[in-house]
């Protein structure tokens, strides 16, 4: 007899913006679908579903939730128990999704061409930036924290030898005084008074 295996992890989603060509996410405090598949710190979001089939938006790594403020702009919070951060998918015909907001239907979330939060009230002239590809993701508990952090590029040390500091001083020095050689010369003749 074989134990049942239960494996720890958590389900991602990945959402990519028919308009912008891009993948949504959280990058330095702000929202834009200028993200790339394989940056999954940046593009990682866990879905909180509720048992009526509404859902709540959860970046995986700040673990700040997607929200309409009262201007109806888009936002992220840590407390996202609020309507505003709860939306309903809307699968259309053209195998897109759309993602309706809970608060006030009439809004959807949409990014532009540039990747930049989208006014709602464009939905029906501008109904491709509202559209989202969903790529779901198995993300085990031993990867759900891990970011790679991008080495340092390496420069090789520089010889602070008392012949390269003389050297660079002497040609700052040549190149502030007053000679026929300096940056600080003037280029305009000056006339005598006789």
Not at 74 to 103: M, P, Q, Y
Not at 133 to 138: C, M, N, P, Q, W
């Amino acid at each position: 007899m074989h134990a049942n295996i239960h494996r720890l992890g958590e389900t991602h989603w990945q959402l990519f913006n028919e308009c912008s060509q891009g993948m949504l996410q959280s990058f330095l405090g702000s929202l834009n679908t200028r993200g790339y598949p394989d940056r999954h710190c940046l593009t990682d979001w866990n879905v909180i579903g509720e048992w009526d089939g509404k859902f709540r938006l959860q970046h995986a790594q700040s673990k700040k939730f997607i929200c309409f403020n009262k201007r109806a702009r888009i936002t992220l919070r840590f407390n996202g128990t609020d309507a505003k951060c709860t939306f309903i998918e809307e699968i259309h015909d053209n195998g897109f999704s759309r993602l309706r907001s809970v608060w006030k239907p009439e809004l959807f979330l949409g990014f532009n061409g540039r990747g930049r939060f989208q006014n709602p009230l464009s939905y029906h002239l501008k109904p491709r930036c509202f559209d989202w590809i969903k790529l779901v993701r198995y993300v085990p508990e031993s990867e759900k924290n891990v970011c790679s952090i991008p080495p340092k590029p390496t420069t090789p040390p520089i010889d602070y030898s008392s012949f390269i500091h003389k050297a660079a001083r002497s040609n700052f020095l040549k190149k502030v005084s007053a000679t026929h050689d300096s940056l600080y010369r003037s280029s305009s003749k000056t006339h005598h008074i006789t």
